[in-house]
């Protein structure tokens, strides 16, 4: 596997010998290493994790209750939550046709150019947040294609540009350009955790399928959907944690208009910007909880897949 | 029926499934990041020099570069240290340590930003005991306190947020679950045949553990520092909030692009994001040739 930033499920399945099995004496560390080293992980682990966590709660509830719940429900809070739910509705579902999709063609078949694509798909990780918002900028902004072919003076299909035109269809600085660099950055999410677990599982039980009459759908949906089920599951709960979080890309193609084309993290920087310390942190402790959430349910999901 | 002959499966849905990769890979992917690339070519080659290496940007790839580098060290060090007592010992709260490794990855970079920066500021946590003006401080870490009388450290003109510290800081955040997740599974599987045969031939502990079971963690460490040296140099949200990103100083070239989009600089964004791109591809196509070389040499 290239590049991944995620432990896919297939890795951590596999049997843990040398973490249950006692080890023997001559392969023991002595008590005092032992104490060391567990004792500099649990404070570099609090220092840098556990610590912010803890930070995001406190500061949230600074003011007291009621303040954290007056800064969750102020209008343009709720407006905020509204748009990150809407893009989240687009580019989970987007990714996790795609994903599914993908890892069908590149699990069950072989072609030329298989790892090229396998590579390909892994790109998005590659791209910092902020040129993945600026591409997007690029290509539909009032200075990039979009916008020169809607100036052009003799354009391709000039019936096209007359009917955009007339629409006046903003994308970026709009919620559609929001919606494609949260797409964009939240790509290979399912795609990467269900291509080894597909591997993994061959595609023996899917022929024995077809062979006793089923049609290919039925062979997916009955055969193939049961074996991939946790490795789905847990690649949407990974794009989904990304695509409500995702802050630099969507800062630049948003339009920074309050109640209108901004998310929660782009809300929690705000009001972060303009003091309201409280109110951001507010905030911020709802995408704190989704965390905390995600975790859980990737541990669970972790011990399903492995039992 | 297939597009392609070499095709051995009888499943169905090769043309459907790979069709659609390709157009949604092309259509989100491709296309719009091959947007940035012909921009580039559009520039003239003065144009190009100018827009991306002004000492202004030329500042913001050294803190980008030096910061990434030394938080991936850190993360490497430290990484190791995590991956290794979460595989080899047993304490309480472990598994809650292990599910938390993975924070970087779930919480939004924003909110980490924001946390990182009330705890290392002046008033925070961890800042207060840093801040020169601070009784703490004065107990502790200045040249007269503790620390100094003992060490002879004096410490009164570090500062965590609002400076590159605080570049490193955030960077060592993202950093931390890269290293540990490709170095774990490779602790798990290591035999412990190896190190009961070292042990047995004699090698001292310390022996065993670095003439043995470093040189098998080697490239997986490698692959984790590249992964978190990569993301560390495209990182936007959690650096931003905890760097005050002063020019010259502490912006970071992620930053830099979107000021110059702020000034409706299309080209001088275009031209960094293209050096920042082309950055990022080189060090995940060395990942990947680590990735093929250690495998290679498993195989063996």
């Known amino acids: ?307 | 029926m297939s597009l392609f002959r070499r095709q051995r499966s009888a499943l169905p849905g090769l043309n459907l499934t790979l069709g659609f990769t390709v157009l949604y890979l092309g259509l989100v992917v491709l296309l719009p990041l091959s947007a940035a690339f012909i921009r580039a070519f559009g520039m003239t080659w003065e144009e190009f020099g100018a827009a991306v290496a002004s000492p202004r940007v030329l500042a913001s790839y050294r803190i980008t570069f030096l910061a990434s580098l030394a938080a991936a060290l850190v993360n490497m060090v430290f990484g190791l240290v995590v991956a290794w007592v979460l595989t080899r010992y047993r304490f309480p709260g472990k598994r809650l340590v292990d599910a938390l490794v993975d924070l970087p990855f779930a919480l939004p970079t924003a909110v980490a930003g924001i946390a990182l920066t009330s705890i290392y500021a002046k008033n925070g946590w961890v800042g207060a005991w840093l801040d020169p003006d601070g009784r703490m401080f004065q107990k502790f870490f200045a040249h007269e306190g503790l620390l100094g009388r003992l060490t002879g450290l004096d410490l009164s003109g570090l500062k965590l947020a609002y400076s590159e510290t605080g570049v490193f800081i955030a960077l060592t955040f993202i950093g931390l679950p890269f290293v540990v997740r490709t170095v774990q599974p490779v602790l798990e599987e290591l035999d412990p045949g190896l190190e009961e045969a070292s042990a047995t031939l004699g090698a001292s502990r310390w022996k065993t553990v670095t003439r043995v079971v470093l040189p098998e963690v080697c490239p997986a460490l490698i692959t984790g520092f590249a992964l978190a040296f990569a993301r560390a140099l495209g990182e936007y949200g959690s650096v931003v909030f905890i760097s005050g990103n002063m020019p010259m100083r502490t912006e970071i070239t992620p930053f830099l692009i979107i000021t110059r989009l702020g000034e409706y600089d299309y080209r001088g964004a275009t031209a960094i994001a293209v050096v920042l791109l082309l950055a990022s591809f080189v060090l995940l196509l060395l990942v990947n040739l680590l990735q093929k070389w250690s495998r290679r040499h498993h195989a063996v």
Not at chain 1, 161 to 166: E, G, S, V
């Open chain 1, 1 to 307: 596997m290239s590049a991944s930033p995620v432990s896919t499920l297939a890795r951590r399945r596999r049997p843990a010998a040398a973490a249950t099995a006692a080890p023997p004496r001559a392969t023991h560390d002595a008590p005092w290493v032992r104490w060391l080293l567990i004792v500099t992980a649990l404070g570099f682990i609090t220092a840098f994790l556990v610590l912010p966590l803890a930070a995001v709660f406190t500061e949230a509830l600074r003011s007291g209750a009621g303040a954290y719940l007056a800064a969750l429900a102020d209008p343009d809070a709720l407006a905020a939550i509204r748009l990150t739910l809407l893009t989240v509705a687009f580019a989970v579902p987007a990714n996790l046709v795609f994903g599914v999709a993908a890892a069908w063609a590149v699990a069950k078949f072989d072609f030329p150019g298989k790892s090229l694509l396998v590579t390909l798909i892994d790109l998005p990780f590659a791209v910092s947040p902020v040129i993945a918002g600026l591409i997007f900028v690029l290509v539909f902004g009032l200075h990039g294609w979009l916008g020169q072919y809607l100036n052009a003076a003799d354009p391709w299909l000039p019936a096209l540009r007359d009917w955009l035109a007339a629409r006046d269809i903003r994308i970026v600085f709009a919620t559609p350009g929001i919606v494609l660099a949260t797409v964009f950055v939240t790509f290979p999410f399912v795609a990467r955790e269900l291509i080894p677990v597909m591997q993994t599982q061959g595609s023996d039980e899917e022929h024995a399928a077809l062979t006793l009459g089923a049609s290919g759908w039925q062979t997916f949906r009955r055969v193939t959907l049961p074996n991939i089920k946790w490795g789905l599951f847990y690649g949407v709960i990974l794009c989904n944690a990304r695509a409500m979080g995702e802050f630099g890309a969507v800062s630049v193609v948003s339009g920074h208009i309050r109640g209108e084309t901004n998310t929660m993290p782009l809300h929690v920087e705000i009001l972060y910007n303009e003091y309201q310390s409280a109110a951001a942190f507010s905030v911020a402790s709802l995408l704190a909880l989704l965390a905390i959430v995600t975790l859980v349910a990737k541990a669970i999901i972790e011990r399903q897949a492995s039992a």
